[in-house]
């Protein structure tokens, strides 16, 4: 007598650079996969956007790709978004603008405006995010000054995900959790802003819908049904951004159980029961559901910093990270008093400036390249340290750690990790992070588990990197250190930028 199989849900997560769709069943087990990706343009210095349409082809791709391996039907899809996108529809839905990400910095002096303003503070501490370039609402003001044409054309501003929902369901709405990364929804009331809309110069009437997480769209649209292989009465969950999705994914669900993700670029977030920033701005608040939200911060400089390293400092490692690695740990703790603020593509948490610029400070005749490797993943580390603290100082408690990401499969750097936070590490076996989040948010949407605090138990452990005493002390006195570099470089960041049109580095 065979046994019933168990319900599948595919976790779709929209990505800066590609679109993975992940099958899991209720116990977690992954199914199938596949990821589908798409270009980054970068036409003018500071600008980093997407044509949405090539999004949407390789959801399409990644859905009916998987669709097309399993044995068994699927209840529903489930999606998480990289956050902060921004792009503009006509009255029928169409892109009048490329999607605008959040590695877009071309807001800057709109963001540096807004945050400086009497009621900047208060602005980041009722809709949660951060005023920085990477978020809509500087976005949104840009394009008001800089296009006023094209922004009076505009009839409707969304996210990515936004545009593909109503590609896939014929639905315009948008998520809390995507709302919240956006500067423009008031936490507590789950509104749109009045005041941010007044900066930005929009009305509600051109953003979406506001809904939960959970909210079940009835189904999929003909073209999206044949395209992906599913029934049209297929069940679609909107789903969340992928930051309060990681923690999911890693099982950081439980009070003072923080989550850290290190690819390209990097954040921290302790999961809360209720939404709150703290007073000096050094965090964002995402929301997840109702009861459920992220308070962290998120770096621009991970991976990318080992990779600088590589075609700068040791160009005929080629891209052989083991050996840059093991080049870096030839070096003592503490890279013998060398510090680098790792700032390549300025930063965001805890400062939120897009002013910064990456340094070395304390170089000396005694440093050799493996101090200069060694220092640069350090900084990154150092950088996350400053996270770590600011969640602290919003009142959250922090006993262990969870983190995923390409830099997880270091020893090294697992190990440094560990001892410049000083809290124990511990590395998830298996989980694709915010995909799996995505299916668990859809189980829960969907009543296949009872909550999506299942995924404590879901997780399993691989390794824990505790802090070695000795190292966790020097990187205890040299934090203060790398703190106050910061502050003293402004002066030095801000000349930088007003040469640089004259100063192109090639």
Same mark, same amino acid.
């Given at each position: 007598m065979g046994y019933p199989l168990r319900p599948v849900v595919i976790g779709v997560d929209i990505g800066t650079t590609s679109t993975k769709a992940i099958a899991y069943d209720v116990d977690g087990v992954r199914l199938a996969h596949h990821s589908a990706g798409y270009p980054l343009d970068e036409p003018h210095p500071g600008y980093a956007e997407q044509d949405a349409r090539h999004i949407h082809a390789a959801v399409l791709e990644a859905?009916?790709?998987?669709?097309? $391996?399993?044995?068994?039907?699927?209840?529903?899809?489930?999606?998480?978004?990289?956050?902060?996108?921004?792009?503009?529809?006509? &009255?029928?839905?169409?892109?009048?603008?490329?999607?605008? !990400?959040?590695?877009?910095?071309?807001?800057?002096?709109?963001a540096e405006r807004l945050r400086a303003a009497p009621s900047g503070l208060a602005l980041h501490r009722r809709t949660g995010t951060p005023v920085h370039p990477m978020a809509p609402l500087p976005k949104l003001l840009w394009f008001a000054e800089q296009e006023p044409v094209l922004f009076g054309r505009v009839a409707y501003w969304v996210g990515v995900k936004d545009w593909v929902l109503l590609r896939l369901c014929d639905t315009l709405?948008?998520?809390?959790?995507?709302?919240?990364?956006?500067?423009?929804?008031?936490?507590?009331?789950?509104?749109?802003?009045?005041?941010?809309?007044?900066? #930005?110069?929009?009305?509600?009437?051109?953003?979406?819908?506001?809904?939960?997480?959970? !909210?079940?769209?009835?189904?999929?649209?003909?073209? #999206?049904?044949?395209?992906?292989?599913?029934?049209?009465?297929?069940?679609?969950?909107?789903?969340?951004?992928?930051?309060?999705?990681?923690?999911?994914?890693?099982? #950081?669900?439980?009070?003072?159980?923080?989550?850290?993700?290190?690819?390209?670029?990097?954040?921290?977030?302790?999961?809360?029961?209720? &939404?709150?920033?703290? &007073?000096?701005?050094?965090?964002?608040?995402?929301?997840?559901?109702?009861?459920?939200?992220?308070?962290?911060?998120?770096?621009?400089?991970?991976?990318?910093?080992?990779?600088?390293?590589? $075609?700068?400092?040791?160009? $005929?490692?080629? $891209?052989?990270?083991?050996?840059?690695?093991?080049l870096a740990a030839r070096a003592p703790v503490g890279s013998g008093g060398l510090i680098m603020l790792p700032y390549l593509l300025s930063e965001r948490a805890p400062h939120w400036s897009a002013l910064p610029r990456g340094a070395y400070v304390g170089l000396t005749n005694g440093h050799r390249r493996a101090h200069l490797v060694r220092a640069a993943l350090e900084g990154v580390c150092q950088q996350l340290a400053l996270v770590l603290a600011s969640v602290r100082a919003a009142g959250n408690e922090v006993r262990e750690i969870r983190a995923g990401g390409g830099f997880s499969r270091s020893p090294l750097w697992r190990q440094m990790l560990a001892d410049v936070l000083g809290v124990p590490v511990r590395f998830p076996a298996g989980h694709e992070g915010s995909g799996f989040g995505a299916a668990l948010l859809g189980m829960q949407a969907l009543g296949l588990i009872p909550s999506v605090d299942v995924a404590a138990d879901l997780v399993r452990i691989e390794q824990t990197a505790y802090p070695d005493p000795a190292a966790a002390a020097t990187y205890a006195a040299l934090l203060p250190l790398f703190n106050e570099l910061y502050d003293a470089l402004v002066p030095t960041f801000t000349s930088l930028r007003r040469l640089a049109p004259g100063l192109p580095p090639q």
């Open positions: 859905i009916g790709t998987v669709v097309a $391996e399993l044995d068994r039907p699927v209840a529903g899809l489930s999606f998480g978004t990289a956050m902060h996108s921004l792009m503009g529809l006509d &009255p029928d839905g169409r892109p009048l603008t490329p999607s605008v !990400t959040w590695a877009d910095s071309r807001a800057s002096r709109q709405v948008t998520d809390h959790s995507v709302a919240s990364a956006t500067g423009l929804m008031d936490l507590r009331q789950l509104s749109w802003d009045s005041e941010a809309l007044g900066i #930005a110069e929009i009305t509600a009437e051109q953003l979406p819908q506001l809904v939960p997480t959970t !909210t079940v769209l009835p189904g999929l649209t003909a073209e #999206a049904a044949a395209a992906t292989g599913l029934p049209r009465d297929t069940r679609v969950v909107v789903g969340a951004g992928d930051g309060p999705l990681a923690n999911l994914g890693l099982g #950081a669900v439980a009070p003072g159980v923080m989550a850290c993700s290190i690819g390209t670029s990097g954040a921290m977030r302790v999961m809360v029961e209720h &939404p709150g920033v703290d &007073p000096l701005g050094g965090v964002f608040c995402y929301a997840l559901t109702e009861d459920r939200w992220v308070v962290g911060g998120a770096i621009n400089n991970g991976g990318i910093v080992l990779d600088w390293v590589g $075609e700068a400092l040791a160009p $005929e490692l080629g $891209e052989d990270a083991e050996e840059l690695l093991a």
